[in-house]
């Protein structure tokens, strides 16, 4: 008997693919229920708080304003100047930590109820379904020849996209210029080029992500698609198709027994793959392209009830109660996240809590180092900006101690209003014979003059003169 293995030749099969798949469109279909009327009013909320903001007034100004020029960031009763980003810092570090806590509960409820993206392509995707009419007539629509129909709707669909992405783009702006008057300026053809370019951009992103990308923006732009997992587990609530109870799957009239028939209870409608914006099919598992938005979670409740099943078939569920088991909300890795969650946020309120009331910055002429007066004091100039973080107009005291005999030319008191910036130019002139280095340190000290508003700040600042003799 021979001791060879036979062998055969095998020519390996090679398949090309793209990494960018061509978008195949996607045909949503409208359903109602349950969840869905949970992300309209989460719609609604988030649409009205978005565009009618700019337009609230808090004591004679927008109430919220990016007042970037100024440099200063209103948000109603607080202004918020550059040097306090750090609390921006952590209000994001809160917001990341929230972020991780609900998606380790609820998977990802703020991509299908409050993500940008979701909100305005379900505006959009409600202006298509209005123009062009239900998914089967969009369907047939678009593989109709051109027509005067069809040209009407389709003018009359891109016609509302763009005005409602031009919306959105001069609400955006209106965050960083007061909305009021940037909406007279842009009619009159006086506003910034700027302001115009700026509206546009938007105008055309919102129109190209939530019209024409959709679900690509989701799936390929996003990085939360590819992370989520991460934060995921066993007990993790998530969309999910109970597997055990749907299968085999097949049609059948519901007057049938389909247990008898070795069926489960899933009737292969394929109705959770036409109302879902990703067109995935949530049969096959868990997939990233899904954004939980719960719509297939109504369609099947839909036909459950039509056939008489009992709903849930497809669901909030977590993997451990589609395997039998007892599943946990708070456990070790949630109870991280929100532990996290309150020491940031205790940290923030401490550093918000000791902001300064009161800011003081000087800036020293660089021009010439000094100057030499004809008395023969040397002269050094400074524009001192007091900044009034308060939301009430106090009087300040100007001083400067740090060398012997100094004479302080300007003025000395200075009214700053509710958040404004004060520059104040000042000389500073020395007798030589006080100067010891050439580079002299002096002490800059703005104090509030009202006795129910007690602040005061002080800050350092260089005195430059030639070395006395």
Known sequence: MSDKIPVQQVEPEVIEFDLYEKRKKIYTRAISGFFQKIRTRALWVLMLGYFLTPWVNWHERQGVLFDLPARQFHIFGVTFFPQDFFLLAWILIICAFGLFFVTTLFGRVWCGYTCPQTVWTMVFMWIEEKTEGSRNARMKLDK??????????????????????????????????????????????????????????????????????????????????????????????????????????????????????????????????????????????????????????????????????????????????????????????????????????????????????????????????????????????????????????????????????????????????????RSVPFSIQVPPTALEEQRNTIFFKVESLDPNYPVEKITESRFIGPVSK
């Open 144 to 421: 109709a020849p051109m027509s005067k129909s069809k040209f009407i709707k389709k003018f009359n669909k891109h016609s509302l996209w763009l005005l409602f992405g031009w919306i959105t783009g001069l609400t955006f702006v209106g965050y960083f210029t007061p909305i009021r008057e940037l909406l007279i300026d842009l009619f009159t053809f006086n506003a910034h080029p700027w302001a115009y370019f700026w509206v546009a951009l938007f105008t055309g992103a919102t129109y190209l992500f939530a019209g024409w990308m959709r679900e690509q923006v989701c799936t390929y732009m996003c990085p939360y698609a590819r992370f989520q997992a991460v934060m995921f587990d066993p007990d993790t609530m998530v969309i999910s198709y109970d597997y055990n109870r749907g299968e085999a799957r097949g049609p059948r009239k519901r007057s049938a027994d389909h247990k008898a028939q070795g069926l489960g209870d899933c009737i292969d409608c394929n109705l959770c793959v036409h109302v879902c914006p990703a067109g995935i099919d949530i049969r096959d598992g868990l997939q990233y392209q899904c954004i939980g938005c719960a719509l297939c979670v109504d369609a099947c409740d839909s036909i459950m009830d039509k056939m008489g099943y009992e709903r849930g078939l497809v669901s909030y569920t977590t993997e451990r109660r589609l395997e039998g088991e007892t599943s946990h909300i708070m456990r070790p890795k949630a109870i991280g996240y929100a532990m996290c969650m309150v020491v940031v946020i205790s940290a923030f309120m401490f550093f918000a809590s000791d902001r300064e009331a009161l800011g003081l910055d000087v800036i020293r002429d660089r021009n010439r180092l000094f100057n030499e007066t004809p008395s023969g004091m040397i002269e050094n100039i400074y524009t001192v900006k007091v900044i009034n973080m308060d939301q009430a107009s106090h009087r300040f005291e100007i001083s400067v101690s740090g060398l012997d005999n100094m004479t302080m030319i300007g003025r000395k008191t200075v009214t700053a209003n509710a958040g404004e910036v």
